[in-house]
């Protein structure tokens, strides 16, 4: 198994611009998030997904966007980038329950002049 | 929802000094603890975990006790190595259904040879 995939490892974007931030996972797990990690302030959550059709707000949500056609798949859109979400965006998965094994992907380094 | 402090921000100790790290929670319904280890440009990554119903759990160098009374658990490494190096990150998961944890903000835990 590839486990947590993500595309692109680093991107550099102007203010104004979309993209979308591609995450894959090939465990049949149910439950997948985004979270940004910025120094001092840990993992914060941006958007979740406990199944195929269903997503839901996390912390900070603003100026993203994500949808879940598959259970394999949870992209992350970026509208209209802005130099505030010049971030690491790390995508993660879990099996089922709540208390099983999170497992991340190699995240992405985004930049927004 | 769900709040987890962690303390301290910075640990620096000496090779082979114990290191102990703590987090609070706030959510008395959460039963499920993990700790990550973030390695420099490396995805976080589980080292171990705890569930309410284990007061606490050793895995050789490294162990995690909890108080589900005070709401508070730690990590605690004995023997540290440079290779211990690391931001860790406390997290609790479980309470009112919710199956994405809730992370505190990190320690920088830096070991000198």
């Known amino acids: 198994n590839a486990g947590v995939t993500q595309t692109p490892k680093f991107q550099v974007l102007k203010t104004g611009q979309s993209m979308t931030l591609q995450c894959a996972q090939d465990m049949n797990h149910e439950y997948m998030s985004w979270y940004r990690q910025d120094p001092g302030m840990g993992l914060r959550l941006i958007h979740y997904s406990v199944g195929a059709g269903i997503t839901d707000q996390g912390e900070v949500p603003n100026g993203y966007n994500v949808s879940r056609s598959t259970t394999e798949d949870f992209p992350l859109r970026l509208l209209s980038a802005a130099p505030s979400q010049t971030s690491v965006y790390f995508c993660a998965s879990t099996r089922t329950r709540a208390t099983d094994t999170q497992y991340f992907g190699p995240g992405t380094r985004l930049t927004v002049l | 929802g769900e709040n987890v402090e962690q303390h301290p921000s910075t640990l620096s100790v000496q090779e082979g000094d114990s290191a102990v790290i703590k987090c609070t929670y706030s959510d008395s319904a959460s039963n499920y603890f993990p700790w990550y280890k973030q390695e420099l440009g490396k995805r976080p990554q589980l080292i171990i975990d705890i569930r309410s119903n284990v007061g606490e759990k050793k895995d050789q160098r490294i162990a995690v006790t909890l108080n589900k009374t005070a709401k508070h658990f730690s990590l605690h490494i004995t023997e540290t190595q440079p290779e211990d190096s690391a931001v860790y990150f406390c997290?609790?998961?479980?309470?009112?259904?919710?199956?994405?944890?809730?992370f505190g903000r990190g320690t920088s835990l830096i070991v000198h040879p």
């Open positions: 997290a609790a998961k479980g309470g009112g259904g919710s199956y994405i944890p809730t």
